[in-house]
């Protein structure tokens, strides 16, 4: 077994679904409009601001594995433009889906002996704990996505 493999195939389940949760990222976002996605349910954050989150992490590292530094600070990552249109949000979730790929796709690049080393500075883990932290942050965040989609959807 090729372990880049192997996580770039439960980072995609994750995100595109055949994961052992049965239900992915992608499958909480069909079918929210941009309404669903801005709209405030109680104080908890929008559909929106929850995709936005997920994804700051994802983009922040996918620039770490193609060369770039690490830019990102936890104060910042719910902090997201707004959207204003059916339009742009279809535009927002289609980065989603393809910074998602290409994440997979740049963990199936990584050396196997990756893993164990420290992810940029020692004091943020090893590889494997950030890729595997993701994952786990994914499904957190997909969870409370496809709540407030429910909440959202009731008609009682």
Excluded at 61 to 83: M, R, T, W
Aim: glycine share 6%; aromatic share 14%; hydrophobic share 40%.
């Amino acid at each position: 077994m090729k372990l880049t493999t192997e996580i770039a195939k439960h980072f995609r389940e994750v995100h595109f679904g055949g994961n052992w949760t049965g239900t992915s990222f992608k499958e909480a976002l069909d079918g929210v409009t941009f309404e669903q996605a801005t709209t405030k349910v109680y104080d908890l954050n929008t559909i929106h601001t929850l995709a936005f989150h997920i994804n700051y992490y994802i983009a922040a590292v996918l620039k770490v594995f193609q060369g770039e530094a690490l830019n990102a600070k936890d104060a910042y990552s719910f902090d997201h433009p707004e959207i204003h249109s059916q339009a742009e949000w279809e535009t927002f979730v289609a980065k989603l889906w393809t910074d998602a790929e290409q994440f997979a796709t740049e963990i199936e690049k990584l050396p196997e002996d990756c893993f164990d080393k420290a992810f940029t500075d020692e004091k943020y883990g090893s590889f494997y704990r950030n890729i595997h932290g993701i994952i786990e942050h994914t499904h957190y965040h997909t969870g409370q996505i496809s709540l407030l989609k429910k909440i959202l959807n009731f008609k009682g």
